[in-house]
């Protein structure tokens, strides 16, 4: 594994079973690690706190699992994040989920063999209830007509939602 000086993390594939293997890897990126690993699509991860993200790497990328962090200790909605990036990001998407519950794990596991299978690339937004209609109403304005998965708490959920 290596770190470039743009931030990005390159991990090659004996680091990725580790990762797999690993007690500390949440169970929903497991299979985003494997389809990684085994069809060798590209993993991207956005956190709430990442500057510009690398226009050029993600233009290049033919098929990958993108997750935007936006649930971390709070949510900060769409407008938290650069424009350049959400947009390009999504007009890039085959598929879009928003995830504003607690995890779905099935979610991360079609969207990672749906990359690796079909060569599509993916996007998964976590976020929190109260950012959920602003990330829907981004991705509706950028990518009318992609695929969309959302998944929100019941009401009486809501309000404990971490």
Same mark, same amino acid.
């Given at each position: 594994?290596?770190?470039?000086?743009?931030?990005?993390?390159?991990?090659?594939? &004996?680091?990725?079973?580790?990762? @797999?293997? =690993?007690?500390?890897?949440?169970?929903?990126?497991?299979?985003?690690? *494997?389809? $990684?690993?085994?069809?060798?699509?590209?993993?991207?991860?956005?956190?709430?706190?990442?500057q510009k993200a690398d226009l050029d790497k993600l233009n290049a990328a033919k098929a990958f699992v993108a997750?935007?962090?936006?649930?971390i200790d709070c949510s900060m909605g769409p407008d938290h994040f650069d424009a350049v990036f959400v947009q390009?990001?999504?007009?890039? &998407?085959?598929?879009?989920?928003? @995830?504003? =519950?607690?995890?779905?794990?099935?979610?991360?596991?079609?969207?990672? *063999?749906? $990359?690796?299978?079909?060569?599509?690339?993916?996007?998964?937004?976590?976020?929190?209830?109260?950012?959920?209609?602003?990330?829907?109403?981004?991705?509706?304005?950028?990518?009318?007509?992609?695929?969309?998965?959302?998944?929100?708490?019941?009401?009486?959920?809501?309000?404990?939602?971490?």
């Amino acid at each position: 594994m290596n770190i470039a000086p743009n931030g990005t993390i390159n991990i090659d594939r &004996a680091d990725l079973g580790n990762i @797999i293997a =690993s007690d500390l890897t949440p169970r929903h990126l497991k299979s985003v690690f *494997e389809a $990684a690993r085994d069809y060798k699509i590209g993993f991207m991860y956005f956190p709430q706190n990442h500057q510009k993200a690398d226009l050029d790497k993600l233009n290049a990328a033919k098929a990958f699992v993108a997750i935007v962090g936006d649930d971390i200790d709070c949510s900060m909605g769409p407008d938290h994040f650069d424009a350049v990036f959400v947009q390009t990001l999504l007009e890039k &998407a085959f598929s879009i989920a928003v @995830i504003s =519950s607690a995890v779905v794990e099935d979610v991360y596991t079609l969207f990672a *063999e749906i $990359a690796g299978l079909w060569r599509k690339s993916m996007v998964i937004i976590e976020t929190r209830p109260e950012h959920e209609m602003q990330w829907i109403a981004r991705v509706n304005e950028i990518a009318p007509n992609t695929h969309l998965v959302v998944s929100t708490p019941k009401p009486e959920e809501a309000s404990k939602h971490p």
